[in-house]
Protein backbone atom coordinates (compact mmCIF):
# COMPACT_ATOMS: atom_id res chain seq x y z
CA UNK A 1 0.00 0.00 0.00
CA UNK A 2 3.14 2.56 0.44
CA UNK A 3 3.33 3.32 -3.19
CA UNK A 4 -0.39 5.02 -2.47
CA UNK A 5 1.16 7.37 0.23
CA UNK A 6 2.19 11.07 -1.07
CA UNK A 7 6.08 11.82 -0.74
CA UNK A 8 4.93 14.61 1.05
CA UNK A 9 3.95 12.04 4.13
CA UNK A 10 6.35 9.19 3.27
CA UNK A 11 9.12 11.45 3.58
CA UNK A 12 8.44 11.73 7.29
CA UNK A 13 9.79 9.78 10.32
CA UNK A 14 7.12 8.61 12.11
CA UNK A 15 7.95 10.58 16.23
CA UNK A 16 10.65 8.98 17.53
CA UNK A 17 9.90 10.07 21.20
CA UNK A 18 6.45 7.63 20.55
CA UNK A 19 8.57 4.82 19.33
CA UNK A 20 11.10 4.93 22.10
CA UNK A 21 8.44 5.66 25.12
CA UNK A 22 6.50 2.70 23.56
CA UNK A 23 8.43 0.94 26.34
CA UNK A 24 7.77 3.65 29.04
CA UNK A 25 4.15 2.88 29.46
CA UNK A 26 4.50 0.76 32.36
CA UNK A 27 3.11 3.02 35.30
CA UNK A 28 5.40 2.11 37.64
CA UNK A 29 7.73 3.49 35.79
CA UNK A 30 8.73 7.31 36.74
CA UNK A 31 8.80 9.18 33.90
CA UNK A 32 10.39 12.55 33.27
CA UNK A 33 9.80 12.23 29.54
CA UNK A 34 6.14 13.51 28.77
CA UNK A 35 6.36 17.32 28.01
CA UNK A 36 2.53 17.62 30.03
CA UNK A 37 1.49 20.48 31.78
CA UNK A 38 0.47 19.42 35.80
CA UNK A 39 -3.01 18.48 35.10
CA UNK A 40 -3.02 18.79 39.21
CA UNK A 41 -3.77 22.13 38.22
CA UNK A 42 -6.40 22.54 35.50
CA UNK A 43 -8.94 25.08 36.81
CA UNK A 44 -11.66 22.18 36.02
CA UNK A 45 -13.94 23.54 38.38
CA UNK A 46 -14.11 27.07 36.75
CA UNK A 47 -14.12 25.73 33.70
CA UNK A 48 -16.96 23.56 34.69
CA UNK A 49 -18.88 26.71 36.12
CA UNK A 50 -17.78 28.78 33.07
CA UNK A 51 -19.48 26.16 30.58
CA UNK A 52 -22.89 26.41 32.63
CA UNK A 53 -22.92 29.65 32.90
CA UNK A 54 -22.90 29.53 29.03
CA UNK A 55 -25.30 27.42 28.24
CA UNK A 56 -27.46 29.19 30.82
CA UNK A 57 -26.71 32.69 29.11
CA UNK A 58 -25.73 32.21 25.19
CA UNK A 59 -27.87 27.96 24.81
CA UNK A 60 -27.57 27.27 21.31
CA UNK A 61 -25.42 30.11 19.65
CA UNK A 62 -22.60 28.39 21.71
CA UNK A 63 -23.02 25.60 19.12
CA UNK A 64 -23.10 27.09 15.61
CA UNK A 65 -20.49 27.89 12.88
CA UNK A 66 -18.46 30.73 13.30
CA UNK A 67 -15.62 32.88 11.49
CA UNK A 68 -12.19 31.22 10.53
CA UNK A 69 -10.33 34.31 11.97
CA UNK A 70 -11.53 33.59 16.27
CA UNK A 71 -13.75 34.55 18.41
CA UNK A 72 -13.46 38.32 18.18
CA UNK A 73 -13.84 38.62 22.02
CA UNK A 74 -11.05 36.12 22.85
CA UNK A 75 -9.17 38.09 20.22
CA UNK A 76 -9.32 40.82 22.17
CA UNK A 77 -8.15 39.47 25.56
CA UNK A 78 -5.18 38.20 23.49
CA UNK A 79 -4.80 41.89 22.20
CA UNK A 80 -4.99 42.96 26.00
CA UNK A 81 -2.52 40.74 27.45
CA UNK A 82 0.07 41.42 24.69
CA UNK A 83 -0.72 45.45 26.25
CA UNK A 84 0.10 44.79 29.26
CA UNK A 85 3.41 43.17 27.76
CA UNK A 86 4.30 46.26 26.11
CA UNK A 87 2.93 44.67 22.66
CA UNK A 88 0.94 46.87 20.65
CA UNK A 89 -0.91 44.17 18.60
CA UNK A 90 -4.19 44.39 16.23
CA UNK A 91 -7.27 42.71 16.95
CA UNK A 92 -6.64 41.55 12.91
CA UNK A 93 -3.43 40.28 13.23
CA UNK A 94 -4.48 37.16 15.46
CA UNK A 95 -5.87 34.20 13.75
CA UNK A 96 -7.04 31.22 16.50
CA UNK A 97 -5.64 28.24 16.14
CA UNK A 98 -5.60 24.62 16.99
CA UNK A 99 -2.99 24.73 19.25
CA UNK A 100 0.12 26.83 18.62
CA UNK A 101 0.93 23.18 16.53
CA UNK A 102 -1.38 24.57 14.12
CA UNK A 103 0.10 27.84 13.63
CA UNK A 104 3.36 25.39 12.90
CA UNK A 105 1.55 23.50 10.22
CA UNK A 106 -0.18 26.71 8.56
CA UNK A 107 3.20 28.70 8.03
CA UNK A 108 4.56 25.61 6.50
CA UNK A 109 1.49 25.18 3.93
CA UNK A 110 1.61 28.61 3.25
CA UNK A 111 5.63 29.79 2.87
CA UNK A 112 7.23 26.52 2.49
CA UNK A 113 7.65 25.07 -0.72
CA UNK A 114 9.37 21.65 -1.16
CA UNK A 115 13.32 22.12 -1.08
CA UNK A 116 12.96 25.83 1.17
CA UNK A 117 15.86 26.48 3.81
CA UNK A 118 14.15 26.39 7.53
CA UNK A 119 17.14 28.02 10.25
CA UNK A 120 16.51 25.81 13.16
CA UNK A 121 17.38 25.77 17.08
CA UNK A 122 19.48 22.33 17.73
CA UNK A 123 18.80 20.79 19.97
CA UNK A 124 14.78 22.54 18.48
CA UNK A 125 11.22 21.44 19.70
CA UNK A 126 11.02 18.08 17.57
CA UNK A 127 7.28 19.02 16.58
CA UNK A 128 8.67 22.27 14.30
CA UNK A 129 11.08 19.64 12.98
CA UNK A 130 8.15 17.51 11.94
CA UNK A 131 5.68 20.19 10.97
CA UNK A 132 8.13 21.63 8.55
CA UNK A 133 9.25 18.48 7.66
CA UNK A 134 5.94 17.49 5.64
CA UNK A 135 6.38 20.10 3.66
CA UNK A 136 9.93 19.20 2.95
CA UNK A 137 11.76 21.65 4.29
CA UNK A 138 15.71 21.52 4.41
CA UNK A 139 16.91 22.86 7.44
CA UNK A 140 19.68 24.87 8.48
CA UNK A 141 20.46 23.92 12.29
CA UNK A 142 22.12 26.63 14.34
CA UNK A 143 23.56 25.69 18.12
CA UNK A 144 21.60 26.41 21.25
CA UNK A 145 23.78 27.90 23.92
CA UNK A 146 22.83 28.57 27.41
CA UNK A 147 22.13 32.19 26.61
CA UNK A 148 20.46 32.09 22.69
CA UNK A 149 21.69 30.95 19.62
CA UNK A 150 25.49 30.94 18.29
CA UNK A 151 25.26 34.13 16.51
CA UNK A 152 28.61 33.16 14.32
CA UNK A 153 26.59 30.57 13.19
CA UNK A 154 23.73 32.28 12.58
CA UNK A 155 25.57 34.95 10.61
CA UNK A 156 27.32 32.16 8.46
CA UNK A 157 23.84 30.79 7.69
CA UNK A 158 21.93 33.94 6.40
CA UNK A 159 25.44 34.45 4.15
CA UNK A 160 25.67 31.39 2.48
CA UNK A 161 22.22 30.94 2.16
CA UNK A 162 18.48 32.06 1.60
CA UNK A 163 16.32 30.65 4.39
CA UNK A 164 12.27 31.49 4.70
CA UNK A 165 11.91 31.05 8.18
CA UNK A 166 13.84 31.04 11.03
CA UNK A 167 12.49 29.30 13.94
CA UNK A 168 12.88 30.07 17.47
CA UNK A 169 11.26 29.19 21.32
CA UNK A 170 13.88 32.33 23.00
CA UNK A 171 11.74 31.84 26.51
CA UNK A 172 11.90 28.35 28.56
CA UNK A 173 13.13 26.45 25.39
CA UNK A 174 11.51 22.99 24.12
CA UNK A 175 13.89 20.83 24.56
CA UNK A 176 17.06 23.03 26.62
CA UNK A 177 15.10 25.09 29.06
CA UNK A 178 16.93 28.17 28.13
CA UNK A 179 15.93 31.42 27.38
CA UNK A 180 18.16 34.17 24.78
CA UNK A 181 19.16 36.71 26.52
CA UNK A 182 18.64 40.35 25.62
CA UNK A 183 22.14 40.85 23.93
CA UNK A 184 21.22 37.61 22.04
CA UNK A 185 17.74 38.60 20.94
CA UNK A 186 19.37 41.67 19.31
CA UNK A 187 22.38 39.93 17.93
CA UNK A 188 19.10 37.60 15.74
CA UNK A 189 17.70 40.53 15.06
CA UNK A 190 20.10 42.62 13.76
CA UNK A 191 21.47 39.65 11.86
CA UNK A 192 17.93 38.64 10.32
CA UNK A 193 17.18 42.27 9.55
CA UNK A 194 19.68 42.11 6.22
CA UNK A 195 17.00 39.48 5.29
CA UNK A 196 13.85 39.03 4.22
CA UNK A 197 13.59 35.40 6.83
CA UNK A 198 10.49 35.38 8.75
CA UNK A 199 11.04 35.04 12.80
CA UNK A 200 9.18 32.82 14.36
CA UNK A 201 8.47 33.48 18.02
CA UNK A 202 7.00 30.61 19.81
CA UNK A 203 6.14 31.09 22.92
CA UNK A 204 4.18 28.91 25.02
CA UNK A 205 6.14 28.48 27.98
CA UNK A 206 6.43 32.98 28.31
CA UNK A 207 4.46 33.35 30.91
CA UNK A 208 5.91 30.62 33.16
CA UNK A 209 8.41 32.15 34.76
CA UNK A 210 9.77 31.53 38.49
CA UNK A 211 13.26 33.25 37.93
CA UNK A 212 15.38 36.02 36.29
CA UNK A 213 13.64 39.11 34.23
CA UNK A 214 11.33 39.10 31.29
CA UNK A 215 12.98 39.65 27.97
CA UNK A 216 12.37 42.08 24.83
CA UNK A 217 10.01 39.91 22.24
CA UNK A 218 11.12 39.71 19.09
CA UNK A 219 7.87 41.44 18.11
CA UNK A 220 10.36 45.02 18.85
CA UNK A 221 13.66 44.13 17.77
CA UNK A 222 12.16 43.34 14.57
CA UNK A 223 8.10 43.68 14.26
CA UNK A 224 8.08 43.53 10.28
CA UNK A 225 9.43 39.98 9.92
CA UNK A 226 8.32 38.43 13.15
CA UNK A 227 5.72 36.09 13.45
CA UNK A 228 4.47 35.15 17.23
CA UNK A 229 2.64 32.04 18.33
CA UNK A 230 0.82 31.77 21.11
CA UNK A 231 -1.36 29.14 23.69
CA UNK A 232 -3.30 28.57 26.23
CA UNK A 233 -1.82 24.67 26.60
CA UNK A 234 0.48 25.55 29.22
CA UNK A 235 -1.47 28.56 31.07
CA UNK A 236 -5.14 27.29 30.87
CA UNK A 237 -5.32 23.94 29.42
CA UNK A 238 -4.28 21.61 26.61
CA UNK A 239 -7.39 19.87 26.07
CA UNK A 240 -8.87 22.38 24.48
CA UNK A 241 -6.42 22.99 21.62
CA UNK A 242 -6.87 26.42 20.97
CA UNK A 243 -3.57 29.01 20.48
CA UNK A 244 -3.01 32.02 17.97
CA UNK A 245 -0.45 33.39 15.51
CA UNK A 246 0.16 36.89 15.23
CA UNK A 247 1.28 37.60 11.67
CA UNK A 248 1.57 41.12 9.37
CA UNK A 249 -1.44 41.26 6.97
CA UNK A 250 -0.73 39.76 3.58
CA UNK A 251 0.80 36.47 5.54
CA UNK A 252 -2.25 36.75 7.55
CA UNK A 253 -4.91 36.66 4.60
CA UNK A 254 -2.85 33.24 3.38
CA UNK A 255 -3.01 31.63 6.60
CA UNK A 256 -7.12 32.20 6.48
CA UNK A 257 -7.12 30.79 3.42
CA UNK A 258 -5.41 27.74 4.57
CA UNK A 259 -7.31 27.69 7.99
CA UNK A 260 -9.99 27.78 5.89
CA UNK A 261 -9.54 25.01 3.62
CA UNK A 262 -8.21 22.65 6.65
CA UNK A 263 -10.92 23.05 9.13
CA UNK A 264 -13.06 26.39 8.81
CA UNK A 265 -12.75 27.23 11.98
CA UNK A 266 -11.24 26.10 15.23
CA UNK A 267 -13.99 24.62 17.67
CA UNK A 268 -16.06 27.30 18.45
CA UNK A 269 -17.34 25.82 21.65
CA UNK A 270 -13.60 25.56 23.30
CA UNK A 271 -13.47 29.67 22.52
CA UNK A 272 -16.42 30.51 24.38
CA UNK A 273 -15.95 28.51 27.06
CA UNK A 274 -12.16 29.82 27.48
CA UNK A 275 -13.62 33.56 26.81
CA UNK A 276 -15.90 33.31 29.45
CA UNK A 277 -12.74 31.58 31.92
CA UNK A 278 -11.13 34.21 31.24
CA UNK A 279 -13.32 36.82 31.95
CA UNK A 280 -15.05 35.28 35.48
CA UNK A 281 -11.61 34.48 36.63
CA UNK A 282 -7.93 36.10 36.95
CA UNK A 283 -5.61 34.10 34.99
CA UNK A 284 -3.00 35.99 36.19
CA UNK A 285 -3.62 35.19 39.16
CA UNK A 286 -3.44 31.41 38.19
CA UNK A 287 -0.44 31.24 36.29
CA UNK A 288 1.14 32.61 39.71
CA UNK A 289 0.25 29.34 41.15
CA UNK A 290 1.33 27.34 38.37
CA UNK A 291 4.68 29.23 38.08
CA UNK A 292 4.91 28.71 41.97
CA UNK A 293 4.37 25.03 41.82
CA UNK A 294 6.85 24.54 38.69
CA UNK A 295 9.38 26.44 40.47
CA UNK A 296 9.38 24.16 43.15
CA UNK A 297 9.36 21.22 40.95
CA UNK A 298 12.35 22.09 39.42
CA UNK A 299 14.14 23.05 42.60
CA UNK A 300 13.10 19.78 44.04
CA UNK A 301 14.84 18.07 40.99
CA UNK A 302 18.03 20.97 40.88
CA UNK A 303 18.52 19.58 44.37
CA UNK A 304 18.47 15.99 43.93
CA UNK A 305 20.81 16.17 40.49
CA UNK A 306 23.26 17.65 42.78
CA UNK A 307 22.75 15.15 45.08
CA UNK A 308 22.70 11.94 43.40
CA UNK A 309 24.06 13.02 40.22
CA UNK A 310 27.82 12.01 39.07
CA UNK A 311 29.83 15.18 38.86
CA UNK A 312 31.18 14.63 35.17
CA UNK A 313 27.32 15.32 34.58
CA UNK A 314 26.50 19.28 33.92
CA UNK A 315 22.94 20.14 33.37
CA UNK A 316 21.32 23.94 32.57
CA UNK A 317 19.52 25.54 34.95
CA UNK A 318 16.14 27.15 33.83
CA UNK A 319 14.08 30.07 34.66
CA UNK A 320 10.97 29.24 33.77
CA UNK A 321 9.33 26.39 31.74
CA UNK A 322 8.05 22.51 31.98
CA UNK A 323 12.13 21.22 31.36
CA UNK A 324 15.04 20.43 32.41
CA UNK A 325 18.48 19.85 29.47
CA UNK A 326 21.02 17.22 31.17
CA UNK A 327 24.60 16.55 29.32
CA UNK A 328 26.72 13.68 29.71
CA UNK A 329 30.10 12.94 29.49
CA UNK A 330 31.03 12.72 25.62
CA UNK A 331 31.58 9.21 25.57
CA UNK A 332 28.09 8.49 27.38
CA UNK A 333 25.16 8.25 24.79
CA UNK A 334 21.75 9.19 26.37
CA UNK A 335 20.31 5.95 24.16
CA UNK A 336 22.55 3.56 25.97
CA UNK A 337 21.68 5.63 29.60
CA UNK A 338 17.71 5.42 28.50
CA UNK A 339 17.96 1.55 28.22
CA UNK A 340 19.61 0.90 31.97
CA UNK A 341 17.06 3.59 33.26
CA UNK A 342 14.28 1.79 31.63
CA UNK A 343 15.32 -1.13 33.64
CA UNK A 344 15.99 0.74 37.06
CA UNK A 345 12.04 2.11 36.22
CA UNK A 346 12.73 6.07 34.98
CA UNK A 347 12.84 7.71 31.53
CA UNK A 348 13.58 10.56 30.06
CA UNK A 349 13.68 11.68 26.40
CA UNK A 350 17.20 10.96 24.86
CA UNK A 351 18.93 14.09 23.10
CA UNK A 352 18.70 12.50 19.35
CA UNK A 353 14.85 13.50 18.21
CA UNK A 354 15.93 17.02 19.02
CA UNK A 355 18.77 17.34 16.68
CA UNK A 356 18.59 16.92 12.63
CA UNK A 357 20.50 13.95 11.38
CA UNK A 358 22.23 13.52 14.90
CA UNK A 359 22.41 10.15 16.30
CA UNK A 360 23.60 8.51 20.01
CA UNK A 361 24.31 11.80 21.41
CA UNK A 362 25.12 12.58 24.86
CA UNK A 363 22.26 14.94 26.24
CA UNK A 364 18.67 14.41 27.29
CA UNK A 365 15.60 16.25 28.82
CA UNK A 366 13.67 16.01 31.94
CA UNK A 367 10.58 17.11 32.36
CA UNK A 368 9.29 18.13 36.03
CA UNK A 369 6.11 19.72 35.82
CA UNK A 370 4.39 16.37 35.62
CA UNK A 371 5.83 14.47 38.16
CA UNK A 372 5.33 14.91 41.92
CA UNK A 373 8.42 16.54 44.34
CA UNK A 374 8.64 13.13 46.40
CA UNK A 375 8.82 11.28 43.22
CA UNK A 376 10.95 13.52 41.35
CA UNK A 377 13.71 12.61 44.37
CA UNK A 378 12.99 9.05 43.93
CA UNK A 379 13.33 9.00 40.15
CA UNK A 380 16.67 11.12 40.18
CA UNK A 381 18.04 8.94 42.56
CA UNK A 382 17.71 6.10 39.88
CA UNK A 383 18.87 7.91 37.43
CA UNK A 384 21.74 8.87 38.97
CA UNK A 385 22.69 5.25 40.34
CA UNK A 386 22.57 4.15 36.67
CA UNK A 387 24.81 7.07 35.71
CA UNK A 388 27.19 5.93 38.03
CA UNK A 389 26.89 2.77 37.34
CA UNK A 390 28.07 3.67 33.74
CA UNK A 391 30.71 5.97 34.77
N1 LIG B 1 5.67 24.83 20.60
C1 LIG B 1 6.42 24.32 21.58
C2 LIG B 1 7.79 24.85 21.80
C3 LIG B 1 5.91 23.30 22.40
O1 LIG B 1 6.68 22.79 23.37
C4 LIG B 1 4.60 22.82 22.17
C5 LIG B 1 3.95 21.73 22.99
N2 LIG B 1 4.68 20.95 23.74
C6 LIG B 1 3.87 23.40 21.13
C7 LIG B 1 4.43 24.40 20.37
C8 LIG B 1 2.47 22.96 20.80
O2 LIG B 1 1.59 23.33 21.78
P1 LIG B 1 0.05 23.52 21.58
O3 LIG B 1 -0.29 23.06 20.20
O4 LIG B 1 -0.59 22.69 22.63
O5 LIG B 1 -0.20 24.97 21.75
Same mark, same amino acid.
Given at each position: ?NE???N?IS ?6 I???L?V !?V?P??I ?7 NR???P ?5 K? @??D ?10 Q?S? @? ?7 ? /?IV !??Y??KG?D ?6 L????S?? &??DL?G???I??G?Q?IIE???Y /??AI???E?Y?A? $??P ?10 N????IV??SS???M ?7 N?A????S?E ?8 L??T???L ?6 GD?RF ?5 I????L ?5 IL ?5 ? @??V?G??? &? %????? +?P??D +???? !???A?DL ?7 R ?5 L ?5 QKH??? =?V ?10 E ?5 ? $???EV???N???GMF? %? ?5 K ?6 F?K !? ?5 A?V????F????RD?N @??R??FS ?9 ? =????G ?5 L?
Open positions: MLFSRSVSPSFREIK !ADSISFAGGLPDLFVEALQA @TNLFNDSGKDILYS @TEGYLPLRE /L !ADKNLIHVDDIITNGQQ &GLLKVLNEDVEPG /LGQSFVAQ $FNVTVHQDGVDIQLEETSSKLYTVPNFQPGISYNNRRAVAKCSKKTFIEDNPYLAGENKSFKTLPEQTLGSFSK @TVPFRL &G %WIVAP +KLM +KLVI !AKQGHSNYFCQILHRFIDNDLIKK =ISVYGKQKQVMDAIKQY $FPKTYLPEGL %WVTLPELSAMTVD !AIEQKVFPGDPYINKL @TLLNSVDPDVIKEG =IQRLKVLHDL
